[in-house]
């Protein structure tokens, strides 16, 4: 379609963060090759949200399809972040568990999932929690036919809630600075627990635990990009190449990194702390460095690197 | 929810072959736009769904200001509207037809 000519500007300036999803999927592959899966004209619209008197959006706030990445097939979703804070409801993940179970037919060099979501859309949450369990179990079984599912993560809404899960599932991700990658937002960790437990005003500390820097460099993501379209297709197309294997001994790797972390960084109060631990030098001079300052901070860090997932 | 529809009579249709297109994210303050080459080429329809009722007689206004200005012959249009203000609206459809041409 003819947005899809306009929003393919230079990948090189277009900011992930500031971009639509559309406008991701359609930069982030080779020029001219996405082709939607029930676009908008097909109006496939939450049949729920009308009895909210809540307006719909043409494509359920998703947009599934296949691309070319370097010449070779892939399979792409992408979350649009604005649209009810890119938050799962029936058809939007009905089309993101049917594009994983296409995977299994068509078998993609890579599935990428743009992940820009809060978690599941409260107005239809029992049709939002079965997706996020259904995407789960597709995307286990799309790797353990072969194929990695590559998620990216650097949207305005994050990846909370359920989208937290589907990513703790995928083979790899990449994430931005602006990416947070978390199960509870901070506002309902203050709802719960108390401004004393997480302050979600205190925007510093919100970056700090639940974004892209500090996942990095944990090896909760695998790779970190600029705020670019081109970072993240960099990064995509590095990570298809390093996927690992869905097999016995990637799970068991995965259990020992995870009870391995806990164990070192348990009783941590603070984010800085844990940099401490890793050997990072100057921990409070983390959330101000450039890419590539943090490039090399990573570089020197043992968690940021693992076999695991 | 209120539903509106504009039927206009245009004196020539939108220039370009691009048969659809869509600008914009329903979330607040903004809106989607759908346009489809799909009608008469002397024949504009704007149809909208808004969750902020009551403003059927400037969503009219904008509507037609925007149909003597672009000429769009042949195009529906379909509307999600997230609470636009009206130059928002008014830009978008200027924005989608500017789509549709190229």
């Known amino acids: 379609m003819a947005a899809q000519m306009a929003a393919s500007t230079d990948p090189q300036a277009l900011s992930w963060y500031e971009a639509?999803?559309?406008?991701?999927?359609?930069?982030?592959?080779?020029?001219?090759?996405?082709?939607?899966?029930?676009?908008?004209?097909?109006?496939?619209?939450?049949?729920?949200?009308?009895?909210?008197d809540l307006p719909r959006a043409f494509d359920d706030g998703i947009v599934v399809g296949r691309a070319r990445l370097d010449g070779r097939p892939v399979l792409v979703a992408a979350q649009e972040g604005r649209f009810m804070g890119g938050a799962f409801g029936e058809v939007h993940g009905a089309k993101l568990i049917g594009l994983l179970r296409a995977a299994l037919d068509v078998r993609p060099a890579a599935v990428?999932?743009?992940?820009?979501?809060?978690?599941?859309?409260l107005q239809e949450a029992n049709a939002g929690e079965t997706a996020i369990a259904e995407a789960m179990r597709a995307i286990a079984e799309v790797r353990s036919a072969g194929v990695p599912v590559i998620g990216l993560i650097g949207g305005?809404?994050?990846?909370?809630?359920?989208?937290?899960?589907?990513?703790?599932?995928?083979?790899?991700?990449?994430?931005?600075?602006?990416g947070r990658i978390s199960v509870s937002g901070p506002e309902v960790i203050e709802t719960?627990?108390?401004?004393?437990?997480?302050?979600?005003?205190?925007?510093?500390?919100?970056?700090?635990?639940?974004?892209?820097?500090?996942r990095r460099l944990i090896g909760g993501a695998d790779a970190f990009a600029a705020d670019t379209v081109a970072a993240f297709r960099a990064a995509a197309l590095d990570l298809i190449g390093r996927a690992p294997a869905f097999d016995l001994a990637t799970l068991e790797a995965e259990q020992a990194r995870l009870e391995a972390r806990i164990?070192?960084?348990?009783?941590?109060?603070?984010?800085?702390?844990?940099?401490?631990?890793?050997?990072?030098?100057?921990?409070?001079?983390?959330?101000a460095m450039t890419t590539a300052a943090f490039d090399e901070t990573v570089a020197r860090v043992e968690e940021a690197h693992h076999d695991a997932r | 929810m209120e539903s509106l529809t504009f039927r206009h009579t245009t004196a020539k249709p939108l220039a370009g072959t691009v048969p659809s297109t869509i600008t914009g994210v329903v979330a607040s303050g903004n809106l989607e736009v759908l346009l489809e080459r799909v009608?008469?080429?002397?024949?504009?329809?704007?149809?909208?769904?808004?969750?902020?009722?009551?403003?059927?007689p400037v969503w009219e206004a904008v509507v037609a200001d925007f149909v003597a200005r672009a000429q769009p012959g042949g195009i529906r249009i379909s509307i999600?509207?997230?609470?636009?203000?009206?130059?928002?609206?008014?830009?978008?459809?200027?924005?989608?037809?500017?789509?549709?041409?190229a």
């Open chain 1, 192 to 214: 719960n627990r108390g401004a004393e437990e997480f302050d979600s005003r205190d925007r510093a500390l919100v970056w700090r635990t639940m974004g892209g820097k500090h």
């Open chain 2, 39 to 56: 009608l008469p080429p002397d024949t504009c329809e704007v149809a909208i769904e808004t969750p902020i009722a009551g403003y059927g």
């Open chain 1, 20 to 52: 639509t999803a559309r406008q991701r999927v359609v930069a982030l592959a080779d020029p001219g090759t996405f082709t939607e899966f029930l676009p908008p004209t097909e109006r496939r619209m939450s049949p729920h949200l009308p009895l909210f």
């Open chain 1, 112 to 121: 990428l999932i743009l992940f820009d979501t809060g978690g599941v859309r």
């Open chain 1, 156 to 178: 305005r809404a994050g990846c909370y809630g359920g989208g937290g899960l589907i990513a703790g599932t995928c083979s790899r991700l990449a994430v931005s600075e602006g």
């Open chain 1, 263 to 287: 164990a070192r960084f348990g009783d941590c109060r603070d984010a800085t702390e844990i940099w401490a631990r890793l050997g990072v030098n100057d921990p409070d001079a983390v959330p």
């Open chain 2, 80 to 101: 999600n509207d997230g609470g636009a203000r009206p130059d928002t609206v008014s830009l978008r459809l200027l924005q989608g037809a500017r789509l549709m041409e």
